[in-house]
Structure formats: structure tokens, C-alpha cells
């Protein structure tokens, strides 16, 4: 049987978080947006690698040896589209996020927040309201900046 190039239930694009707390952020995830997550353990029970289902969307988690700089930490910033991003931001608040802007509706048709999970990445979280022309969001955002 031949092996796809990219595994199922996968995207092209993976985000891939590296942590220091691995198992902080892993529990997050499930508190926070109900991820399914496999994770793959060294005997001293640290963090390997994992994956988790977020969404649709898979996610990938690498623990960052303790003695390494903070250096090797890369903070994302991710955009969700889902179906209600105020019940995503308070889902996010209760597993311990911090605010940094509650939901609401934007000039270019979304309604959205964010929040900085314990490892100091950014999730914001959107639902789209409305749709509209490339011209009528030039236009909203020229109003906006009066």
C-alpha cells in the first residue's frame, strides 16, 4: 500500500507549537477547545512529540528541553474560523487563557477575539458575519482610519 505524502487528517499547513510545559499546553488544548491528542512520551516522562485535533485541523506539539534557551521558543499567532467565537474565546478564558481582546464584530465582516494560552501564543477565534467585496472592505477600512 503506498504511503501519502500527506497523512490523513492532516493540511497542507501544520502549525507546530514549541513548549517548555508540553503537558500544561497539551491540557489546555483539551480544556480549552476539546482536542483529541495522542502523545508519544520519553521514559522520564516528558513530552516527545504530540498531535491534536482541534477543529478540523491537526497541530503538532514538541517539548523544548529545559536547559535549551528560550530562544528556541517560537510563540504562534493562529486565526480560527468557527461557528461561535464567543463560545471559543470564554471555552479558551476557562482553561486558563488570558484576554487580550473580547469578541466583537469587525469592520471586514467577522466577529472576533483572541486570547494567550500558557505558552504565549496568540488564538483568535472568528466567526464571519458578513461578506463582502474586496472594494467595500478598502472602502470600510479607509472610513475606519477618518
Do not use: C
Not at 501544520?14 to 480549552?32: C, D, M, Q, R, W
Not at 473580547?102 to 483572541?114: E, W
Not at 467595500?136 to 472610513?143: I, T, Y
Amino acid at each position: 500500500m503506498a504511503v501519502k505524502g500527506v497523512p490523513e487528517g492532516y493540511h497542507t499547513i501544520t502549525p507546530y507549537f514549541s513548549v517548555k510545559n508540553a503537558h500544561g499546553f497539551i491540557e489546555f488544548l483539551k480544556k480549552a477547545f476539546d482536542a483529541r491528542v495522542e502523545v508519544h512520551e520519553m521514559p522520564d516522562g516528558t513530552v516527545l512529540n504530540a498531535q491534536a485535533q482541534v477543529g478540523d485541523s491537526m497541530v503538532l506539539i514538541g517539548q523544548v528541553p529545559e536547559d535549551r534557551p528560550d530562544s528556541d521558543l517560537m510563540p504562534a499567532m493562529l486565526y480560527l474560523y468557527v461557528e461561535d467565537a464567543d463560545t471559543w474565546y470564554r471555552n479558551a478564558m476557562s482553561a486558563g487563557a488570558e484576554s487580550i481582546m473580547q469578541p466583537v464584530d469587525q469592520f471586514y465582516g467577522d466577529r472576533a477575539g483572541a486570547v494567550r494560552d500558557l505558552a504565549g501564543n496568540q488564538w483568535w477565534f472568528a466567526t464571519r458575519k458578513e461578506e463582502m467585496s474586496s472594494g467595500e472592505l478598502v472602502r470600510r477600512a479607509k472610513e475606519r482610519r477618518k
